[in-house]
């Protein structure tokens, strides 16, 4: 150890390339790692991103022979307001269609026993909290609120396609429109629906007005928003929440929080990272390799020396072996710890979260030790079978 020590520090050019040639490899090593993980992490992030973020509750249905069947259960009114006391849950609301009895729907009360008859836009109800839950947004006006559901007051939503064809383009005047003989001021206008665009071509009752003036006895679907990922616990909480008793009778439709695509995708990237890893310290293992049988070239005079007065074959080989093990470890640490610093720094700067799995740096550290030993093994080995005679012939 002491022998190959003053080696090592007793030429200090020799021990900064050969290190570099380490640090580089094991540096290398770590960011392509660093990077693989990180980049696996922003890819599950953009697939979660464009994943639903939705979860769909509707009644269960009661199957028979002949294939259908009735509801097994109903949405409790108050269902949004159970289920957004979930973690994870952001928005929820209720919608259903609303059976208007034939009743026309127009834009003036008027009835034209002439005029052809239209089907004319769908009549719906929700709660307050619909329109967030399913990421539509108001074009003109407002949407519908609690006090108007609790009061059960004659207002309505417009989806953009019927408002166009109901004539309506602006509320600021407080337009009608006539359900039959009833008149309904129209309080906004609705788009962009990403979860249910029927509502585009419908009518949007609160739901105290379509029991009121309907009878409309239950909701159909439970619409959830949710945060990214939280699509299996909401999906398991969300019946017991509805009903404790008879969970089972709601059916729920829930994304998943990964997919086949995405670990493919991941493992795919992970493999590319690493292989570019491997080649770069290899690259730096070679590089002991040839300094140090470089350095066993130009201390030929000194082996055959240390060989004349008694050292063995076995402490050659040991002196040079424990050399470049030195400095593979000296490498690695400089290049684990170099390696880190890229890989926070450059997610930084990308506004990434950076993932750097500690133990794998800690082994890439250690793994310079293995790779000096590795490229120091012919080199020592050619030492130690240098002749005493035949190295001082050349000098020392």
């Not at 086949?260 to 070679?286: M, P």
Request: glycine share 14%.
């Amino acid at each position: 150890m002491v022998e190959a020590s003053h080696g090592i520090g007793g030429h200090t050019g020799r021990l900064v390339m050969t290190t570099m040639g380490t640090v580089l490899g094991i540096a290398s090593l770590v960011v392509t790692i660093g990077f693989a993980q990180t980049a696996a992490g922003q890819i599950a992030r953009q697939f979660d991103s464009v994943s639903a973020t939705q979860v769909l509750v509707k009644p269960g249905q009661a199957g028979n022979m002949f294939g259908g069947g009735k509801p097994k259960t109903t949405l409790p009114w108050d269902a949004p307001e159970r289920v957004e006391r979930l973690a994870g849950v952001e928005k929820a609301g209720l919608v259903g269609p609303v059976d208007a009895a034939g009743q026309q729907i127009t834009a003036v009360p008027v009835n034209d026993p002439s005029a052809a008859q239209s089907a004319g836009p769908a009549l719906l109800a929700g709660s307050a909290g619909l329109l967030d839950a399913v990421r539509g947004n108001v074009v003109t006006g407002r949407f519908f609120d609690a006090g108007h559901d609790a009061r059960a007051d004659r207002v309505v939503v417009l989806g953009t396609r019927a408002a166009e064809e109901l004539g309506v383009n602006r509320v600021d005047r407080q337009p009608a429109i006539f359900i039959g003989e009833r008149a309904y001021t129209v309080i906004g206008i609705i788009d962009g629906v990403q979860r249910r665009t029927d509502m585009l071509d419908a009518v949007i009752l609160p739901l105290g007005t379509a029991k009121a003036d309907f009878g409309m006895g239950a909701a159909e679907e439970l619409h959830v928003r949710i945060a990214i990922g939280a699509g299996g616990v909401v999906g398991k909480q969300a019946p017991i929440a509805l009903d404790p008793n008879t969970p089972d009778n709601f059916d729920v439709v829930a994304p998943q929080s990964g997919s086949e695509l995405q670990e493919s995708v991941q493992a795919d990237v992970n493999i590319v990272f690493l292989v570019l890893g491997l080649i770069a310290l290899l690259a730096g293992g070679l590089g002991i390799a040839n300094v140090t049988l470089l350095s066993v070239s130009e201390r030929v005079g000194e082996i055959g020396l240390r060989r004349a007065l008694g050292a063995t074959r076995r402490e050659i080989r040991a002196q040079f072996t424990v050399e470049s093990v030195v400095i593979g470890l000296l490498g690695g640490l400089i290049g684990a710890a170099l390696g880190v610093f890229a890989v926070v720094g450059v997610s930084l700067v990308q506004q990434w979260t950076p993932i750097i799995d500690l133990p794998m740096v800690l082994g890439c550290a250690v793994l310079g030790a293995v790779v000096g030993l590795v490229a120091g093994a012919y080199p020592a080995a050619k030492a130690s079978k240098i002749e005493p005679i035949s190295a001082l012939r050349q000098g020392v």
